[in-house]
């Protein structure tokens, strides 16, 4: 399942590509983290518990960043490890200026498999899309942060 | 169909369900179950304590107001809807219910449970958003009411956050309202629906489109206008082994079209 | 839906002898009483002490390596008795036989995955538990590490080379390929007026999901060796000759037992690796192990139909629409495994030329294998997608040159008068008059007035459209076709068993060797033999079920291949023949006269000329079983007799490809009349008839069941049941969610009609029936091409047509429509 | 505040039938499971695991309902009527009768819970039209006879006339 957009940033190209690059920074976009380590400057792991309203659906990610050109482009391969799903996903970004923010055009590719995958592409898609959505707000809050120095929440609300 | 390990709670008060839902942040409320029971048995989710809500008289119940309004409780049945003489003052309600699923899962099954689910292909979201109903949310904190709108924030996410229950849904007087969709086989899960009502302007609520029911006001009854309407939105919908995105958007604009004329006849 | 509605008189073509007696009448079944109260016993019902919970770990992906698999977390959960991996199977036993030659041949199959994962659902562990949610639990604990691998969805893509392969033993995705020829193609093709190219046709992949899924009970008796399979596998016969050398063990350690089985439709003969899997558990474990197979469980791994492409087809025609000959190709999609396969490449041959006199015919036929659930035998196996094709292509023809399809196949319908009619390829169809059938359809759905129905539909913003399917329902395999397959197979005819037995108190025991899975042997049964003794059918004792220490079983053993009212039923005439010949003796010999003075009627055995000489049954089978002193000592009578029934099948010619690979042929003729809603492309039936000659009818309420029951499978076949895969290999429709079989609403009004053409070539003039409603899916096919004619002609190239299809046929015909072209010669 | 307790078993007390079953049993069973495993009443079935098939149909305090989406800890206290209770000492209700007569079940597999939804619908509707037949039944999938004769069988045992 394939999802793209693109989306401004009222803050500098470098201080977007610092949030993005970020690992504590990128974890605290994500819903449901748990607990992340880094294991190297390309490799980070995480314990994510992904809020699906009925229930949570519990995941060990791992994420390798496949490719970098700062401070433009990079792209990640992520995939996770759950008892209902097995996850994998590719995502890469592209920045540029726009005025005195950013604009940064994304893309992903989500494969999901196992039993969360039987339910059906109805709610998948979806859900994916919702997530989605949830990151880029959680990153646009860190890149407030980040280009500010105010303090803002550190994970999305959970709904 | 082998459920994970799970904690039952049975409160008989609302105030005792809220505080094992406070402390247990894993824990999930269980109405008619038709749902959670069975994204538990594909271990889709697994909630840590279940809250049965079977035992509290206050959610049960369905009052018609002088003015027409109906106060529906939340663990009202979809059988017990279609059969109450009350919900009659606004008959869409027991129409679309009858529709749902089949006897068992009517029996069961529950509005509150149907809404708070938040299945993009449910029934009731989308006819609840076109009634205008407003739902009310009780927590810790208190109660809040909320529009029908609002409350839908994604698949299988509600309004109603952690710690917090669906207490009540009202549905305010009226009578010229449409539901139409396109369902697998007679009575079988949508491929798209909508709900319309023509009382004061038209307003359609479209389901199975988007994660949550979509808002489309036409400026007129007029079938061309309504699916004129439907077009503007600019739907991208998912798509499926059963419509691609094209294919719904096309449906979402005949059945649309039709949930609108079957509102204008009963105005 | 309404009750059915059926012709009041049936149409008898031959008036069979005029005889009173049970066959031929509804008799009430046997199967009943216990069904309805509950009582039934099927697989899951059985318990034992200290039984262990199978629960199998399964691959998520669709093609992986398996780097390894951990199992010690699980075991280490509390509750988990112990746990089966593919690296140990892979020392315990041996690969699945293949029946394929090679490249197929090369396949090595184990019961659980070895070393790769070929499709989502295949089972790569087994966990078991002291209870079902346990073994559950566990199996989450077993550590995978998989290497995905881009996986093949698409056999078309089977091919190319840049595809995924399968198996790297075979070298090849294309693991078994034929080219069929009968008559002279260049020929047709010279006398042709117009030649039909037909691009592209596609049978869609689905099953007729039985409602019971499988499974089993297995203990395992360390003493003797021998395993007891309480299972609901359909064909036992089959599986112990897969489990059997696998297991390296003799086939008499396997000992399969069945009472009820709920519903097989083909679906439950391939069992036999997850049976093997239990038994090494059961071994292993020293206790007995019960696995339930789950809905979800069974869609993913279990059994789909064989999805086939039809490519490059071309057919030859005179300017009347008389049919002279086709060449296509056949691409048929097998899953992952061969676990039936590559039967089906031949299977179809049956019924080559369909219901129609072409007499030139060549199919090249090629069977490759892709990362999806394996296939196996689905009702109506092989044939139904061939004659679907056919049904397509007359349709197709017919409307392409202007023509009514109902005179085009009038025209080249085989005619009654021709029969026995032996087609291109040695085939012998025994009986039948398809016009007949054909008409008493269409008089049915009152065809004569449908344009006013037409009318009607129109003035109500509908399409109406009429469609036929005309089907065949081939029975009693000789399965020597398997040569055609494979020369070096050493499998050909049939056989199937029956005992009956008189017992001490005059009880009248009869075992068969099948499965029935609801299509009523035992009460079928009873009456040949009620009416063969000459008593009541309450006094008939069919055991329930199959238990192969019964020694009532043969080789081809089972409930499949529309064959029980020939092979079972031969066979139970045949015991039950011997049986009364063994009676009259007895009673010749106590009554001082000749055998052939003794008749069997009223619960007696007597003497024609005078009925006070009598005695009863029980009397004669107290007389052998407890009181023989003094008889005399030749008399060689047991009262216990066993028949094996085999049919007169020659091998075919494997060079020639030709031969008669089926006994009988059954006919189904069925009209679908549709309205579709042009706006949503959603339709509805709003009129079917189906008629029915399986030849003569045993208990023509069976008949009529089996004829609804295989119609409902159709029409759900035709327009939800589809078993759809996306890129990744995942299963979009695993559970009744998304793969929506058709419930009571969803029904059309059901008109049924019947003919009897017996059969020339069974002993009682029966044909084995119940897989042809197949003719569902081509009625509804063609009805939806004939409603949406007035919407640019769209050509209906699927045999699933779901809304969304029929919306796209609707809004852009144009493509449907480039799939055919005409040319004139 | 108070907390209620929050339990992962507990022992389940029911009726099945006319006799009184009691059983410690966990929260996450569902009462199919508890009625086919705990109970040994094997008439009700599982078709499905999603809650669409109607093989495990039985009425729970006169309620039809699939016992597939009920945990057994809610059937708690609760009288169950399953398809073991229909027929009076071997004697087959007329409902079971009809069954046989129109030939209503051929696997049987579905029939159990058939035959419940049958019964319910004939208690509210002593004479039930074929279109309220069909809808009292939508949600009991049966793969083998294709309804019709059931739809018969039901009307049948209503003391209505049906085409033979």
């Known amino acids: 399942m394939k999802v793209a957009g693109e989306r401004g940033f009222e803050a500098p190209r470098e201080a977007v590509w610092r949030v993005l690059n970020d690992p504590a920074a990128m974890a605290a976009t994500m819903p449901g983290v748990e607990s992340f380590d880094v294991q190297d400057d390309r490799h980070w792991r995480a314990n994510v518990k992904i809020p699906l309203g009925l229930g949570t659906l519990g995941m060990t990610m791992s994420m390798e960043k496949t490719e970098e050109r700062e401070p433009e482009f990079a792209s990640l391969a992520i995939k996770g490890n759950g008892v209902g799903a097995i996850l994998s996903m590719t995502t890469a970004f592209n920045l540029s200026d726009d005025g005195a923010g950013t604009k940064m055009d994304w893309e992903a590719d989500v494969r999901i498999a196992g039993p969360v995958g039987s339910m059906g592409q109805r709610v998948l898609q979806p859900i994916v899309n919702q997530q989605v959505q949830q990151v880029l707000a959680a990153l646009d809050e860190q890149i407030r942060k980040a280009s500010t120095g105010t303090d803002g929440p550190t994970a999305p609300t959970e709904a | ?267 | 839906m309404t009750e059915p509605t059926t012709v009041a008189e049936p149409v008898v073509v031959e008036e069979a002898e005029a005889k009173r007696g049970y066959a031929g009448q509804s008799v009430p079944r046997k199967e009943d009483k216990r069904l309805v109260q509950g009582e039934g016993v099927f697989f899951d019902d059985v318990k034992r002490h200290n039984m262990g919970y199978v629960h199998f770990v399964r691959s998520p992906y669709a093609h992986a390596k398996i780097r390894s698999v951990d199992v010690s977390k699980a075991l280490e959960h509390p509750g988990v008795l112990g746990t089966l991996t593919g690296d140990e199977v892979a020392t315990l036993t041996d690969p699945f036989f293949q029946i394929s030659s090679p490249p197929g041949a090369h396949l090595r199959d184990f019961c659980l995955a070895v070393g790769k994962a070929r499709f989502v659902g295949e089972p790569v562990a087994a966990v078991v538990a002291t209870t079902r949610e346990t073994a559950r639990d566990a199996s989450e604990l077993v550590e995978v590490d998989y290497e995905p691998l881009p996986a093949l969805t698409d056999a078309r893509e089977a091919l190319a080379d840049d595809a995924p392969l399968l198996h790297d033993e075979a070298g090849t995705n294309l693991t078994w390929e034929g080219v069929y020829e009968w008559g002279d193609l260049d020929q047709a093709f010279a006398e042709a007026d117009r030649v039909i190219s037909i691009s592209e046709l596609h049978f869609d992949r689905f099953n007729s999901t039985p409602l019971e899924c499988n499974g089993a009970l297995v203990e395992f008796n360390r003493g003797t060796g021998q395993w007891t399979i309480i299972t609901n596998n359909q064909f036992p016969g089959f599986a112990a000759i897969m489990m059997g050398p696998a297991m390296r063990v003799g086939l008499d350690k396997l000992r399969f037992v069945t009472q009820d089985i709920g519903g097989g439709f083909g679906n439950k003969i391939t069992s036999h690796p997850q049976l093997v899997a239990c038994c090494l558990l059961a071994r292993k474990l020293k206790r007995p192990v019960q696995w339930t197979e789950w809905r979800t469980d069974f869609h993913l791994s279990m059994s789909h139909g064989n999805e086939r492409w039809f490519q490059d087809t071309q057919v030859a025609v005179k300017e009347d629409g008389t049919l002279l000959g086709f060449r296509t190709t056949a691409l048929d999609d097998a899953g992952a495994w061969l676990r039936y396969e590559p039967l089906g490449g031949v299977i179809w041959a049956q019924v080559t030329p369909g219901m129609y006199r072409w007499r030139h015919i060549r199919l090249d036929f090629k069977q490759v294998v892709t990362n999806k659930a394996p296939v196996s035998p689905n009702r109506g196996y092989s044939r139904m997608q061939h004659l679907w094709f056919t049904e397509r292509v007359i349709d197709i023809v017919a409307h392409e040159l202007g023509l009514d399809p109902v005179e085009v196949r009038k025209r080249n319908y085989i005619r009654a008068e021709e029969m026995p009619y032996e087609t291109p390829n040695g085939c012998v169809y025994d009986s039948g008059d398809y016009a007949k059938m054909l008409d008493t359809a269409l008089e049915l759905v009152g065809y004569d007035g449908l344009a006013e129905k037409r009318a009607d539909a129109e003035s109500r913003g509908k399409l109406l459209g009429v469609g036929i399917g005309s089907t065949l329902d081939s029975g009693t395999n000789n399965f020597g076709q398997s040569r055609l397959i494979n020369p070096e197979l050493q499998f050909s005819g049939n056989n199937e068993v029956a005992t009956v037995k008189l017992d001490i108190f005059g009880e009248i025991v009869v075992t068969l060797g099948t499965t029935p899975q609801g299509q009523s042997h035992e009460t079928t049964a009873a009456q040949v033999v009620a009416d063969m003794l000459g008593c009541s059918v309450d006094d008939v004792n069919v055991r329930a079920g199959h238990d192969s220490y019964w020694n009532s079983h043969a080789g081809f053993s089972g409930t499949y291949a529309s064959q029980f009212a020939v092979t079972g039923l031969g066979a139970v005439k045949g015991a039950t023949e011997m049986l009364a010949g063994e009676m009259k003796q007895l009673a010749s010999v106590v009554l001082g006269c000749a055998p052939d003075d003794i008749e069997l009627a009223d619960g007696f055995a007597r003497m024609r000329e005078n009925h006070e000489a009598a005695l009863p049954f029980m009397a004669l089978g107290a007389i052998i079983n407890a009181n023989n002193a003094g008889l005399p000592e030749d008399l060689d009578v047991t009262l216990n007799c066993r028949y094996v029934y085999r049919p007169p099948f020659q091998p075919p010619d494997v060079e020639r490809k030709f031969g008669n690979l089926t006994l009988t042929y059954a006919a189904q003729v069925h009209v679908a009349v549709v309205e579709v809603d042009p706006e949503t492309g959603v339709y509805e039936l709003v009129d079917y008839a189906a008629v029915d000659d399986c030849g003569k009818r045993i208990n023509p309420q069976v008949v009529e069941g089996q004829v609804m029951g295989a119609t409902a499978q159709a029409l759900g076949a035709a327009t939800h049941e589809t078993f759809t895969y996306d890129e990744d290999g995942n299963l979009l429709t695993p559970n009744f969610y998304d793969y929506h079989v058709p419930h009571a609403l969803d029904m059309p009004p059901l008109k049924t009609g019947n003919i009897e053409s017996p059969s020339p070539f069974t002993s009682l003039g029966t044909k084995g029936m119940g897989e042809g409603g197949g003719a569902g899916i081509h009625a509804v096919c063609a009805a939806l091409q004939d409603a949406l004619r007035p919407r640019g002609k769209p050509i209906v190239y699927d045999s699933c047509n779901p809304y969304h299809r029929v919306w796209e046929l609707l809004s852009d015909p144009e493509s449907s429509r480039r799939r055919v072209s005409v040319e004139a010669r | 505040m108070e907390g209620i307790p929050v339990v992962t078993a507990q022992s389940v007390t029911v009726d099945v039938n006319g006799t009184t079953y009691e059983r410690e049993v966990e929260a996450r069973r569902l009462l199919i499971h508890f009625l086919r495993d705990d109970l040994d009443l094997t008439g009700s079935h599982v078709g499905c695991d999603t809650g669409n098939c109607g093989a495990c149909s039985v009425l729970v305090d006169g309620t039809l309902v699939k016992s597939c989406m009920l945990l057994a800890v809610q059937a708690d206290g609760a009288r169950v009527e399953t398809v073991e209770g229909l027929a009076d000492d071997e004697q087959l209700s007329p409902l079971q009768q009809a069954f046989s007569d129109h030939h209503a079940l051929q696997c049987g597999y579905c029939t159990p819970g058939m035959l419940m939804s049958a019964t319910a619908l004939l208690r509210e509707n002593a004479r039930p039209s074929d279109e309220e037949i069909a809808r009292a039944i939508q949600g009991n999938i049966c793969r083998c006879t294709g309804y019709w004769n059931i739809v018969k069988a039901v009307k049948a045992a209503s003391g209505q006339e049906v085409a033979e």
Do not use: W
């Open chain 2, 1 to 267: 169909m082998l459920l994970s390990e799970v904690g039952y709670a049975r409160p008989a008060t609302l105030e005792q369900a809220l505080g094992v839902l406070a402390e247990y942040p894993g824990a999930r409320a269980l109405a008619g179950g038709q749902t959670l029971i069975n994204v538990m048995k594909a271990r889709a989710a697994a909630p840590d304590v279940l809250v049965d809500l079977a035992g509290i008289p206050e959610l049960k119940g369905i009052e018609l107001g002088p003015d027409g309004t109906l106060e529906l409780g939340p663990m009202t049945t979809y059988t017990e809807l279609i059969a109450s003489a009350e919900a009659r003052a606004r008959p869409i309600l027991g129409e679309v219910c009858a529709q749902i699923a089949d006897v068992q899962v009517r029996n069961r099954g529950t509005i509150g449970g149907n809404v708070c689910s938040s299945d993009p292909t449910n029934h009731l979201p989308p006819l609840l958003v076109a009634l205008g109903a407003t739902f009310t949310v009780t927590g810790a904190g208190g109660e809040r009411t909320l529009p029908a709108a609002d409350f839908f924030l994604g698949v299988y996410m509600t309004a109603a956050g952690p710690g917090e229950l669906l207490t009540k849904i009202t549905v305010p007087a009226g009578r010229s309202d449409g539901f139409a969709s396109v369902p697998i086989g007679v009575d079988g899960t949508c491929i798209v629906n909508a709900a319309a009502t023509v009382n004061g302007g038209v307003r359609v609520a479209l389901g199975c489109v988007a994660a949550t029911p979509v808002v489309v006001e036409a400026p007129s009854a007029d079938a061309e206008a309504v699916r004129g309407a439907v077009r503007a939105a600019g739907l991208e919908p998912p798509s499926d082994v059963h419509a691609s995105a094209d294919y719904r958007a096309h449906l979402a604009e005949v059945v649309a079209a039709r949930a609108v004329a079957q509102a204008e006849r009963g105005s």
